[in-house]
C-alpha cells in the first residue's frame, strides 16, 4: 500500500490551512554573508554642509630652511611659495525605491496576511543598497570620464603588483592622468600609497610584505599642527577566503600542540594584534589581493540632509494605483592621506 501524506488527501487540502508561522521569513535575498566595510563606514560617516565638490588641504613639501651655521654667518633666507596642495573629488549621486500596489496592500491584510508585503519590499531595497554600496568602495570610475560611480579603493589605493618590493608604487588610478583627488603622484610622490607583488602566501612574501607596510605606512610627523586621522594608524586588513584560508593553514604548520579541532586556527589570521577580516566581495578577485586601510584616513561623506533622504510615498505617473517611495543620497569616498594605506596582490 502507497504511503500517504496529508499532501494527498484532498480533503485536508481543501479544509486546512498550512501552518503559517510568526509574520517571519527566511532570507536568501543578500547576495553575500556579510557587509564589514559598510558597517565600518557608515558608522564614522560625516557630513558636508554644502559645496560642489569635496576639498580639503594637502601639504606636499616643506619650506626647507633648516640649515646648519658657524658663528656670526650672515643670514640666508629663502622660503618655498608652493608647499600645500587641494585634492578634491565631485559628488555622486545614489537612488533606491520600493513601489506597491494599493490593491496588493488590500490582499495583504489579516486575517491572511503571512508576511508584510511592505516589510519585504523595503527591506529589500536596504539589502540593495548594502550592495551596491560595497561594489562601489570595492571599485573605481573607468577613468576621468566617468561621472557616475564613487571613487572606491582601487581609486585611493591602487594595484601595483609589477614589481615585487614593498614600495610607494601606487600612483595615479588608471585613467587619471592628473591623479586621485586632483593631485598628480608623478609630480608629488609623496601622495602615492603602498604596493607590491607577491608571488606566495606566506610568511616570507605576502606577510612579509604586509607586516614591511604596516611600518613604512605609519608616518609620525613631527608637529602639533593640526592633522586628519590619529596619531596610530587605525589599521584593518581586508582579503578574500583564499588568502585567509591558505594563512590559517599556515599557522596550524607552525603549531605542534592544536590537539583535535582541525579547524583551531580559522578566524585567527592576525598581524600585529589586527584581524585580517574577510571581506566576501574580494573573492572574484583572482589577484588575491590584501588591503592595508588605516580608517584614520577613510571617511563617506554626505551632503547634509542627503544622507538616504527618504520622500513621502507618491503616486506613479504611469500607474494610477502604484505608490512608490524614492531614497537618495549624495556621497563620495575620501582618503584623506593616500601614503597611509596599501595593497599586496599577485
Partial sequence: MAVLTAADIPDMIVTTEKQLGELKFAELGTERQRYPV?????????????????????????????????????????????????ASVPWRNMNAHYAVEERELAMNRAPRKIVDILVIKRSGMWIDIGTMMTSQFWNKPTD?????????????????????????????????????????????????????????????????????????????????????????????????????????????????????????????????????????YLDADSTNPVWGLDWGQFQIVFMEGWYFKETRPVRSATSHTQWVRHFDSMFNFLCRNRRHNFVVSI
Wanted: proline share 5%; aromatic share 8%; glycine share 10%.
Fill in 38 to 86: 559598510m558597517e565600518r563606514l557608515l558608522k564614522k560617516r560625516i557630513n558636508f554642509d554644502s559645496g560642489t565638490e569635496l576639498q580639503w588641504p594637502v601639504r606636499v613639501d616643506t619650506e626647507q630652511t633648516v640649515r646648519m651655521v658657524g658663528l656670526r654667518d650672515v643670514d640666508r633666507i629663502q622660503s618655498k611659495s608652493n608647499v600645500m596642495d587641494t
Fill in 144 to 280: 576621468s570620464t566617468d561621472k557616475l560611480n564613487a571613487m572606491g579603493i582601487p581609486y585611493w589605493v591602487p594595484k601595483n603588483n609589477a614589481g615585487l618590493a614593498s614600495q610607494f608604487d601606487g600612483g595615479n588610478p588608471a585613467g587619471f592622468a592628473d591623479g586621485a583627488g586632483g593631485i598628480d603622484s608623478v609630480a608629488v610622490p609623496r601622495w602615492a600609497s603602498g604596493a607590491a607583488g607577491y608571488t606566495t602566501n606566506s610568511k616570507d612574501d605576502l606577510w612579509a610584505k604586509v607586516r614591511e607596510f604596516m611600518t613604512k605606512c605609519h608616518f609620525m610627523p613631527q608637529t602639533d599642527a593640526p592633522l586628519h586621522g590619529s596619531k596610530n594608524p587605525l589599521w584593518a586588513l581586508y582579503s578574500n577566503y583564499a588568502v585567509i584560508g591558505a594563512a590559517e593553514r599556515i599557522l596550524e604548520n607552525q603549531n605542534d600542540s592544536l590537539g583535535n579541532d582541525i579547524a583551531s586556527k580559522d578566524g585567527k589570521v592576525i598581524v600585529r594584534g589586527i584581524p585580517v577580516e574577510w571581506e566576501p
